[in-house]
């Protein structure tokens, strides 16, 4: 998908999850989109990546989980640790759902997930979110929260320069007009 997503705020994000979970008119509710979509929110790796999980990729390492994956899009090879609290979510849906070690965690198409985002979106009325802007998200809460450090985003999402990173999430017109209104020192 090459449209431009934008990035969601935190409203939207948990507007669209929870509304992906009960359903509404017409619409079943798909709680295995919707996790997919939290995971993708809240590990930052893209949509193609998360539906290639497998419950045993998450090893215990010493007191810490991490996830080992090669980039679908990229080839370029990614360790990160997980949150306990993540894994143990990851781990409570693969027991509810019976998901074997070996299993997909999610035996779904890009596609799929796609299209339920985009039923789901047309109801809430939102415009230009895709399974993206759910990374961007991510990707713009962690700058946000650990004081808009550019370079630690881009190496979390494994970018080549902090300007692609900046570009990815929107900072720069941002930046540009506080720059702009902080100036004004009028007499």
């Not at 995971?39 to 949509?47: K, T």
């Not at 991510?138 to 004081?147: D, M």
């Not at 970018?159 to 100036?183: D, L």
Request: glycine content about 6%; aromatic content about 8%; some cysteine.
């Amino acid at each position: 998908m090459n449209k431009k997503t934008i990035s969601l705020t935190t409203e939207m994000y948990k507007e669209i999850i929870q509304t992906m979970r009960t359903g509404f008119c017409g619409f079943r509710p798909n709680d295995r989109v919707a996790t997919a979509l939290v995971l993708e929110g809240n590990l930052g790796i893209r949509i193609s990546d998360i539906l290639k999980l497998k419950p045993k990729d998450i090893l215990l390492d010493g007191d810490r989980y991490r996830l080992e994956i090669v980039e679908q899009k990229t080839s370029k090879r990614r360790v990160f640790t997980v949150p306990l609290v993540i894994e143990q979510y990851i781990e409570n849906y693969c027991l509810k759902n019976k998901i074997q070690n070996n299993d997909l965690i999610f035996p779904i198409t890009e596609r799929a997930v796609q299209k339920q985002l985009a039923i789901v979106c047309d109801y809430l009325g939102y415009e230009g979110i895709g399974t993206h802007s759910f990374r961007k998200w991510y990707a713009t809460e962690i700058y946000k929260k650990n004081g808009y450090d550019i370079a630690l985003v881009q190496r979390l999402l494994q970018h080549s320069s902090a300007a692609v990173t900046q570009r990815y999430i929107g900072i720069e017109p941002q930046r540009i007009e506080q720059a702009i209104e902080g100036h004004a020192q009028l007499l």
